[in-house]
Each structure stands twice: as structure tokens, then as C-alpha cells.
Nanobody, 117 residues
Framework: QVVLVESGGGLVQPGGSLRLSCAAS????????MGWYRQVPGKQRELVAS????????FYADSVKGRFTISRDNANNTAYLQMNTLKPEDTAVYYC??????????WGQGTQVTVSS
């Protein structure tokens, strides 16, 4: 049973920071590339960052490059997303997941990030 639990979201002012956590269980976390995704109501979910299984390679969407940092702790089956210099357009529900064998794992509930004055 795949379980992904996101946490760490909240309300922050523009320019602020948040650190999101993704606690994973039910699959071989250390063998999976993990990604952080975000979704705004009425819009398609988008990939914002990903990290390979060993943590050696990362990807960032242009919109977050230089501001967000993805990391992982394979010993604790946890992925992180450090978000700095947050902007209102970063407001979304953030999810973690892995695309494997043609599909995503079971989605968690996500964590709400709201950037507003």
C-alpha cells in the first residue's frame, strides 16, 4: 500500500520561505525518482522539481529555478522541497509522487501553500 503524506505548507508573505516534507511508505523509495508537483484549482497539475533515486541529479521548472531546492533522505524515506523567495504565483496545493511504469503512485492529500500579503 503506497502512502505519500505531504506536510509543511501554510500561509506566507511574498518573499517568505517554507519547507515541505513528503513521507513515503509502501514502495522502494530509494529506487524511485521523486517529484514535487503543484496544482491550482481548475488547472493541470505541474511538475516543479524532481530528484533521482540517489539524489545526484535534480530538475526544476523554470518558474522555480533558483528559488526552490529538492532533496531527499533515503534512510528515512522522505523527500523535501525548500521553497524560498515565494511569490503569489507559487500558491497551490503541493504533492509528491513518482511516475513509474506508465503511471503515478497513489496521490496523497497534498499540502496547501498560500503566498499572499
Amino acid at each position: 500500500q503506497v502512502v505519500l503524506v505531504e506536510s509543511g505548507g501554510g500561509l506566507v508573505q511574498p518573499g517568505g520561505s517554507l519547507r515541505l516534507s513528503c513521507a513515503a511508505s509502501g514502495f522502494s523509495f530509494r529506487l524511485h525518482t521523486m517529484g514535487w508537483y503543484r496544482q491550482v484549482p481548475g488547472k493541470q497539475r505541474e511538475l516543479v522539481a524532481s530528484i533521482t533515486s540517489g539524489g545526484l541529479s535534480t530538475f526544476y521548472a523554470d518558474s522555480v529555478k533558483g528559488r526552490f531546492t529538492i532533496s531527499r533522505d533515503n534512510a528515512n524515506n522522505t523527500a523535501y522541497l525548500q521553497m524560498n523567495t515565494l511569490k503569489p504565483e507559487d500558491t497551490a496545493v503541493y504533492y509528491c509522487n513518482s511516475y513509474t511504469s506508465g503511471s503515478y503512485l497513489q496521490w496523497g492529500q497534498g499540502t496547501q501553500v498560500t503566498v499572499s500579503s
